[in-house]
């Protein structure tokens, strides 16, 4: 089971998006994929998973919990203009080949 905690969620007025850090207790399991935080984000924070960007997860050495950042803005536009390329890549869903 995985729960996640909010450690701070601090305003940015100017970019027009929250910054938020956050920790991961994952027990008897491995550190949950990205789109999974992602949504779990969007649900705790009651806003839509288009305006959620997971920036980085990193797990503890020795322990079962991982430690995030994600920003999280007023609109989907507004991500898509200041997240970085590879960001927006990392948050999106893998692409079906066929």
């Not at 850090?21 to 969007?42: M, Y």
């Not at 503890?60 to 007023?74: K, P, R, S």
């Not at 970085?84 to 990392?90: A, K």
């Amino acid at each position: 089971m995985v729960k996640i905690m909010i450690i701070n969620n601090r305003r940015n007025e100017l970019l027009k998006r929250n910054e938020v850090v956050f920790k991961i207790f994952h027990e008897n399991s491995p550190t949950p994929p990205r789109l999974e935080i992602r949504n779990e984000l969007a649900r705790m924070l009651k806003t839509d998973v288009e305006k959620v960007y997971v920036r980085k997860v990193e797990t503890m050495t020795g322990l079962q919990v991982a430690i995030g950042e994600a920003h999280v803005y007023d609109s989907p536009e507004q991500a898509r203009m200041i997240e970085p390329e590879h960001i927006i890549r990392r948050n999106s869903p893998k692409k079906e080949e066929g």
